[in-house]
């Protein structure tokens, strides 16, 4: 069960549950708060009214979907659940602060050096759009907030500055009882959406600070030998490391190479559906790109963003179970769980054919590691969603991608194979005749209600005594006969 709360100090009451009868509903006790109701009852926060204490649901069941909201858009989106660690209760309220479930994330795309180390201006930063996801703790929409500008500038003055990017993300208490991809703090997905270039994906993981003292975790008294008390953080010392209490901030920061963005191009044409020969070309069909892993190489991944190198990371996994399913893969020569790229939208979303039937999309390979002199090969996807009658197709496919050339010019990558898309003419109308046995529903024998859906079951134990349903057939009909 979800509910939704919008407030910056989040106040959460319990949710009540109902059920329909055929006897007259009582009038309800208005009420401020428990004092105001019988011995046996509580004060709903949400109807203020009085309900017994026993219809309240169990706190395992409750679910709370947290939104602050600013200007209209949500900047800040949590899900709760009445047994967090983070929720606090007290007689028939619930109630906790965003400190306690809150981080901040200061995030930082360069598309060159700066000159002063952590003193960028704008030309060395990547300019277009950003975006974070994470999936929903209870299998719902993804915990997505709108798409910012990149980056961050104040006008306000005679000479524009550049702002921190930092975004407001929420991080759940290590005890809280969470799925696998949340599992300790799970992984949060950036995506960079360049104004000019292709997007990129980046892998984001909280760290956690490592302890075996409380006094590791916290900010220190007079003493310097004890935490301050108004310091709430400690250490856990089943995990190893310290709490995150008091909304925590963490930069990010990674480097866009403009060599790994390439030009992909390709062609989409109309077949005949029997002699496969080619009708014509197709304007203004929508294509989408997504990455693909190539055979007989490996994976395609992204390690997450760390100031720690890779190889004094210590080891995460040394097989795929060890890492989240479906989202990751172990990669065998770091032992890190990496964010599998395979599947995921490898161009900005927008791509359509010209008039004659050609498309060029930007595509980022992840050639970091790669030599400029040296060509590579990358995977992908194309799917293309042609309107009217034509059929959709999707396409896997080697792309090879060439090295730099002088000038450090960028070859353009070609879709090996021409998209060719099948019309096999007008629709046609089609009727089926579904048909199928009965199953007896009710009772047994002569007695039994044998049926073809549930209409045919009696209304009342009057009804029921009387000569009972017995179908043999169902022709996909109810049992009134209807449609």
């Known amino acids: ?16 549950f109902g059920c329909s009868t055929l006897a007259p509903l009582p009038v309800p006790q208005e009420c401020d708060n428990d004092d105001d109701c019988p011995s046996g009852e509580l004060c709903a926060p949400d109807t203020r009214v009085c309900v017994p204490a026993s219809n309240l649901p169990p706190l395992a069941d409750l679910g709370f979907d947290i939104q602050e909201l600013v200007g209209g858009q949500v900047v800040f989106r949590a899900e709760v659940t009445g047994c967090d660690q983070e929720t606090v209760r007290t ?14 994330f200061e995030i930082v795309a360069y598309v060159r050096d700066p000159a002063v180390p952590g003193m960028p201006v704008v030309e060395d930063l990547l300019v277009g759009a950003m975006e974070l996801t994470q999936p929903s703790r209870f299998a719902r929409a993804p915990l997505a907030p709108p798409r910012i500008d990149y980056p961050s500038i104040d006008n306000t003055g005679e000479v524009a500055t550049l702002l921190p990017t930092a975004l407001s993300w929420p991080r759940y208490h290590p005890f809280d ?3 696998p991809v949340l599992k300790d703090g799970g992984f949060v997905l950036w995506r960079s959406i ?9 892998m984001l993981v909280a760290p956690n600070k490592p302890c075996t003292l409380d006094t590791q975790c916290c900010a220190l008294d007079e003493s310097g030998e004890a935490c301050d008390v108004n310091d709430p953080n400690f250490c856990l010392p089943d995990l190893g490391h310290c709490t995150a209490i008091g909304n925590p901030h963490f930069g990010f920061s990674y480097k866009y190479e403009d060599r790994c963005n390439r030009t992909l191009a390709g062609e989409v044409v109309v077949i005949d559906g029997q002699t496969l020969e080619t009708r014509a070309v197709v304007a203004d069909v929508p294509l989408t ?3 693909a892993d190539t055979e007989s190489m490996p994976r395609l991944g992204v390690h997450a963003i760390d100031s720690v190198k890779l190889e004094d990371r210590p080891s995460q996994c040394t097989s795929d179970a060890g890492c989240i399913a479906d989202e990751q893969f172990c990669d ?16 900005n979303g927008s791509t359509l054919t010209a008039a004659d039937g050609t498309f060029e999309a930007q595509v980022y390979t992840y050639c970091e590691a790669e030599l400029d002199n040296v060509g590579i090969v990358r995977s992908f996807t194309v799917s293309a969603a042609p309107s009217g009658p034509l059929a959709a197709l999707s ?4 792309a090879s991608i060439g090295p730099l050339g002088g000038g450090d010019q960028k070859p353009v990558a ?17 009727s089926l005749r579904l048909v199928g046995e009965a199953v007896p529903l009710l009772g047994s024998g002569a007695d039994g209600f044998v049926c073809c859906d549930v209409g045919c079951l009696p209304a009342s134990e009057e009804v029921a005594g009387a000569e009972p349903t017995q179908l043999t057939t169902c022709d996909g009909r109810t049992a009134s006969g209807a449609a």
């Open 91 to 104: 007689q028939s309220m619930l109630s906790l602060t965003g400190r306690e479930l809150e981080q901040t």
């Open 414 to 430: 070609r879709v090996p194979k021409r998209l060719c898309i099948p019309d096999w003419g007008a629709s046609v109308p089609l």
């Open 177 to 179: 009882v969470l799925p």
């Open 395 to 398: 396409y896997t496919f080697d």
């Open 332 to 347: 065998p020569d770091t032992n890190q769980c990496v964010l599998a790229l395979a599947g995921r939208p490898a161009d």
């Open 289 to 291: 790109l997504r990455h």
């Open 194 to 202: 360049p104004t000019d270039g292709a997007p990129v994906l980046q």
């Open 1 to 16: 069960m979800i509910t939704h709360a919008r407030a910056t100090l989040l106040r959460i009451g319990p949710l009540l």
